[in-house]
């Protein structure tokens, strides 16, 4: 992890959606709790925060602290993901 200028920790390679991270997260919760246990993550452009009293933290302080994004998703999905899902995501289609 590397410090930019205003010393908060920033993981530059951290990818939530990695095929190593989504086998096997736990590997990682350990390393960000030593490390960093708060940490910017530039590949999805938002904060982690892995301890479970920093967590709670967050959740009581809403009016620092938003989880406004939480329901966008991370990256932009293919053009036909929703057509091709669209029972289990019709809520997610545009309205006619």
């Known amino acids: 992890m ?4 205003s010393s908060y ?3 530059e390679i951290f990818d939530l959606l990695s095929e190593d991270y989504l086998e096997d997260p736990y590997p ?6 030593r490390e960093a246990p708060v940490f910017f ?3 999805i452009n938002m904060w982690v925060v892995s301890r479970y009293e920093d967590i709670l933290n967050t959740v009581k302080d809403p009016e620092t602290l ?3 994004l939480v329901q966008e998703p991370l990256k932009p999905l293919e053009p036909n993901f929703l057509r091709r899902y669209s029972e289990s995501y019709q809520h997610l289609l545009p309205q006619a």
Request: aromatic share 16%; glycine share 0%.
């Open 41 to 43: 993550a530039p590949e």
């Open 2 to 5: 590397q410090e930019v200028k």
């Open 9 to 11: 920790p920033v993981d």
């Open 66 to 68: 938003s989880n406004a």
């Open 28 to 33: 990682y919760y350990v390393r960000f709790r």
